[in-house]
């Protein structure tokens, strides 16, 4: 069974400073990562997804993935009190064209963004 | 656009009742989900219909059932609530096709409460 492992915080940084969130799986197979953020008493929304390892960056994010450590990290630049949320990291099995048993989630971080 | 609608948004039964909870998209996506979500237990998938006609069982389906009624629809049965099926249900969509990120898009979340 696939299994997505994150730290549930919560994870405080001050405005203006980078927050870093990391991420492990399991599945060696695993092929698409993505990052979700989700506000309290909401549906989760997608940040950014990765395939190929490195960096790929979007505006203030920046999702990083290390298939050979099995470890996918999401940085947000210039940290703002709106960036309060759980951030939530998923993984499917199949190539970019994605799994048809769906995302297999993690826990979620807890970030708090101290004005 | 609606993208994924879901209803009851709010839901109250006592142990034993039954209860539909009804999804649909309007983006042509192939795949549909249901996920719940737990304080502490992040999002675990109950079912899935990878594509029109089929249903699969995921993590945790033991007393639900599925029905995908169409492309559009894919629904979501309790037969006989208990206090354990207390939780938010997320339906959630995606395209699964070709060069498709296999991103999820989620409705807004169904809030149900067994007593």
């Known amino acids: 069974q696939k299994e997505v492992e994150q730290n549930s915080g919560p994870l405080s940084v001050p405005e203006g400073a980078i927050a870093s969130l990391n991420c492990t799986y399991s599945?060696?197979?695993?092929?698409?990562f993505f990052w979700y953020r989700q506000y309290s008493g909401k549906s989760p929304e997608l940040i950014m997804f990765?395939?190929?390892?490195g960096d790929k960056e979007d505006g203030r994010f920046t999702a990083q993935l290390n298939k050979a450590s099995q470890y996918v990290s999401l940085l947000i630049r210039d940290s703002q009190p709106s960036d309060s949320a759980t951030y939530l990291c998923a993984v499917n099995g199949r190539g970019s064209g994605g799994g048809a048993d769906g995302l297999t989630f993690g826990k979620g971080t807890h970030l708090i963004i101290q004005p | 656009n609606a993208g994924v609608t879901q209803t009851p948004k709010f839901q109250v039964l006592k142990t034993g009742q039954s209860m539909t909870l009804q999804c649909a998209q309007d983006m042509n996506h192939n795949s549909m989900y249901w996920y719940r979500q737990d304080p502490g237990m992040g999002l675990r998938l109950i079912y899935y219909?990878?594509?029109?006609?089929?249903?699969d069982k995921g993590e945790v389906p033991n007393g639900y059932n599925v029905s995908r009624l169409n492309k559009r629809e894919f629904s979501l049965r309790l037969e006989s609530a208990a206090p354990s099926q207390t939780s938010v249900y997320f339906c959630?969509?995606?395209?699964?096709?070709?060069?498709?990120?296999?991103?999820?898009?989620f409705g807004e979340g169904s809030r149900l409460t067994v007593l």
């Open positions: 599945d060696r197979g695993s092929q698409s």
């Open positions: 219909s990878a594509s029109e006609g089929t249903t």
């Open positions: 959630a969509s995606s395209f699964l096709a070709g060069d498709d990120t296999g991103e999820l898009f």
């Open positions: 990765i395939y190929s390892n």
